[in-house]
């Protein structure tokens, strides 16, 4: 019965709720909430299958036994859990479709972590080939005549615009890009780029996963607009947009997602989500974050209320 349930749940969050946030108007509205909203959804799924895979050849209240005895709550310290493991067809399905899918990820995560080190190492011997550092703006800036800035993460990286953009911009374009690119690296967003790319490659049948990854990217940007837009005016922001969108077009980093929408966006400057909106939508994050863990827990709360009385 709970196997059956977790499964239309995962199906129905999986393929229905990526059309509905997708089309969402309040995500441009309150882009920091939208990410939440998306990767609370992906977290929920993976959580439940995860959790259905394992309920083949381990009983529920066995997981949420183990969960409740690891804080050791009413004098638990010395109870034992043992499972009895039968070799039946679910318990081997269980262990073959946990074992593919585990096996899958590791492969996808292993070649995303490889392709993306040596995308930022052939890009720092670029930055310090053709490059200098400039030190009242704490940027790199590369010799070359296209318009472009992005963000090199990690210890070695920063913030790396050309000598094109460097041109193109007014001060105060400059001050706004930078800060939009310094938020990109102070948000680690290159870290949840590189984790729903992983779901996305790794289950390219999952809707959820896959438009996921690509709307995360549009949210990314809009949040790190918003944070420019806090240090510099947000039409001063819009005008940066354009100037590097302009041509010769950009390869990477600040203008080359959704500029239109961006650019719109910022010169209608909308107001922000009312509080009661911004909370309903959290409750529900938080719902599709604790419903896996409630899943399992619930059951062996019953039994350590019994255990208790």
Not at 13 to 24: E, F, N, T
Not at 206 to 213: D, E, K, M, S
Not at 253 to 261: E, I, K, S
Not at 283 to 291: D, K, P
């Amino acid at each position: 019965m709970i196997f059956g349930v977790l499964a239309v749940y995962a199906a129905v969050v999986a393929c229905g709720l990526p059309c509905s946030l997708r089309d969402a108007s309040w995500s441009s509205r309150a882009p920091r909430l939208a990410v939440v909203m998306w990767l609370a959804a992906m977290i929920s799924v993976v959580s439940v299958a995860a959790l259905a895979a394992a309920l083949l050849f381990v009983p529920l209240h066995a997981i949420g036994d183990t969960l409740v005895l690891l804080v050791q709550w009413c004098g638990w310290g010395d109870h034992s859990l043992t499972v009895s493991i039968r070799w039946t067809a679910p318990w081997v399905a269980g262990v073959v479709v946990g074992a593919a899918a585990a096996l899958r990820l590791l492969q996808v995560a292993v070649a995303v972590a490889v392709g993306g080190r040596r995308s930022r190492v052939r890009h720092r011997h670029d930055v310090r080939l053709l490059g200098r550092f400039h030190p009242a703006l704490r940027i790199y800036v590369l010799d070359h005549a296209g318009r472009s800035a992005f963000c090199l993460p990690g210890r070695s990286g920063g913030v790396v615009i050309t000598e094109g953009a460097l041109r193109a911009l007014r001060p105060t374009e400059l001050d706004a890009v930078i800060a939009h690119e310094r938020a990109h690296l102070a948000g680690r967003h290159h870290l949840i780029l590189a984790t729903t790319a992983i779901l996305a490659r790794a289950f390219p049948i999952v809707p959820l996963f896959v438009a996921g990854h690509e709307e995360l990217r549009r949210l990314l940007e809009l949040t790190a607009d918003d944070s420019a837009a806090r240090r510099s005016a947000p039409h001063v922001v819009a005008e940066a947009v354009l100037r590097l969108a302009a041509p010769p077009a950009p390869v990477l980093g600040m203008a080359n997602t959704a500029v239109r929408q961006r650019v719109l966006r910022l010169l209608a400057a909308d107001p922000p989500l009312p509080r009661s909106a911004v909370a309903t939508r959290g409750l529900l994050a938080a719902a599709l974050l604790l419903l896996p863990l409630a899943v399992t827990v619930v059951p062996a709360l019953h039994d350590l209320g019994y255990h208790c009385a």
